[in-house]
């Protein structure tokens, strides 16, 4: 797991989606982060490191304040 830069508050859904990707470098991996009161899910297709690709998919779970507990078992 790798940390994601901490992001200023009010944040926008894009700026959380890059932060994410950028952290992430697996190809087909999946992360998952918890910010202001929601968590959100991304699917990255291709573990790059530079960012959301359009064939990426980003999830937010909104009022969520927990990390689904399956997500123990994710491997990213």
Do not use: H, R
């Not at 470098?25 to 998952?32: A, D, E, Q, Y």
């Not at 937010?60 to 990390?67: C, D, I, P, R």
Request: hydrophobic fraction near 55%; glycine fraction near 10%; charged fraction near 10%.
């Amino acid at each position: 797991q790798t940390a994601v830069t901490a992001l200023a508050a009010g944040s926008t859904a894009a700026a959380i989606a890059t932060a994410m990707a950028t952290a992430n470098t697996t190809s087909l991996g999946v992360s998952f982060a918890v910010f202001e009161g929601n968590t959100y899910a991304l699917y990255e297709t291709t573990g790059a490191g530079v960012g959301v690709v359009a064939d990426d998919v980003f999830i937010k779970l909104t009022g969520v304040t927990t990390a689904p507990t399956f997500a123990v078992d994710v491997i990213a």
